[in-house]
């Protein structure tokens, strides 16, 4: 059930036919490209081709262009690798029923790039150059794009710093890159409620730092907990925020929400040190449409532990672009260790989620204008 075509804008059709294409003269066979998307796991098979356009203090953004995947030439003094200048994204590419190919509020994506180039003083890519260099690559690699249920051509479109310098101060040169992966089920037994483990030793960021920029140092520094998570035979560690060590962040790479017994929806207020999901605002529409109250504050982690014990916390899940909306079944700390309604998922959590997919993959209507057709 595809909606009526969301074309891209004239301008950025036009920026579209500027990149020149160079073709992969060693493609993936047809029977070997079916093979890694009939299998793949996320991140680690990618596509014949890669987007990219190059920056210069001089001549602003310049040579569009899409060339064969592969390993980039970077001089040792790079400066990325000495002073971590860098930024990324995250989308997906879905395939529906008729055969198109779309994505979802690519638009969303391209404005917090922005917002975390300016933080990490980078340039800022023309949203129009964003999203042509998206459709770009997807119209060169649309055979990449799986067809089996719950899957998508993961899309990662990053910028750095590739000027060979070293100095402290904001590179000269940058590049501006999109690599596509295609990826199944996050989950691959289905959907269950993972485990949380709450962080009182580390955080992954703090007041004034980068937490709201996407890049790559926020989640350097969510490793080792993550490791000590894992240690502990949990799946996924949450961060308190860095000024007091009392309020609730968010997970090594997901946003975070509660659902109380009255039905209203709760998810930590953007403080700064709090990435803007695309997927967090697009559940605090749907959950706002479904009559919800829906409310964005500090939430102190006491009143986490005693909502769960006395059962006004009926639901917690976390959500991020992989895996779309994860219930959460049990979260545990140095002085506490909860289950969350017996583990259930949760009524609203799958609603949503089931809500939120079948919008994306054009399986019931999109009310809010999201889905922008690629191919």
């Known amino acids: 059930m595809s909606t009526a075509p969301a074309t891209f804008s004239e301008s950025v059709e036009h920026i579209i036919d500027e990149f020149s294409v160079t073709p992969n003269p ?61 930024i990324f994204e995250g989308l997906k590419a879905y395939r529906h029923a008729d055969g198109s190919t779309w994505t979802f509020r690519p638009e969303a994506n391209a404005a917090r790039m922005k917002k975390s180039a300016a933080r990490m003083a980078l340039p800022e890519l023309p949203t129009d150059d964003f999203l042509a ?3 770009g690559l997807v119209r060169t690699d649309q055979a990449w794009v799986p067809t089996f249920h719950d899957s998508a051509l993961y899309l990662r479109p990053f910028m750095f710093a590739s000027e060979p310098f070293l100095g402290v101060r904001s590179a000269n040169e940058v590049e501006f890159m999109v690599i596509a992966s295609p990826v199944g089920p996050y989950f691959s037994g289905g959907v269950r409620p993972v485990s949380i483990w709450l962080c009182r030793t580390y955080h992954r960021a703090g007041p004034g730092g980068t937490g709201a920029a996407k890049c790559g140092g926020n989640y350097a520094a969510s490793l080792l907990p993550q490791e000590i998570a894992a240690s502990k035979g949990f799946d996924q560690v949450c961060f308190l925020d860095g000024g007091e060590g009392t309020y609730l962040e968010e997970l090594g790479g997901m ?13 930590p207020e953007l403080t700064g040190s709090i990435l803007e999901g695309v997927t967090r605002s697009s559940i605090l529409q749907l959950a706002t449409d479904r009559g919800h109250q829906v409310v964005e504050r500090k939430i ?76």
């Open 300 to 375: 102190p982690v006491t009143e986490l532990q005693e909502g769960i014990v006395s059962g006004e916390i009926t639901e917690v899940f976390a959500c991020g672009t992989a895996a779309v909306i994860t219930p959460i079944g049990r979260m545990a700390g140095q002085d506490f260790d909860s289950v969350i309604a017996d583990g259930d998922p949760g009524t609203l959590t799958m609603a949503l989620r089931e809500e939120l997919t079948g919008i994306q993959y054009g399986l019931i209507p999109d009310r809010h204008g999201w889905m922008q057709r690629l191919a």
């Open 255 to 267: 946003n975070i929400f509660l659902v109380k017994a009255d039905g209203s929806v709760h998810t």
């Open 26 to 86: 060693h493609p993936a066979s047809e029977a070997d490209r079916n093979a890694l998307i009939g299998a793949p796991k996320f991140g680690t098979v990618f596509t014949d081709h890669m987007a990219a356009i190059s920056w210069s203090r001089t001549g602003g953004w310049d040579d569009h262009r899409i060339v064969p995947y592969g390993p980039l030439a970077m001089d040792p003094a790079t400066a990325v690798l000495h002073y971590g200048q860098e």
């Open 133 to 135: 260099a998206v459709a």
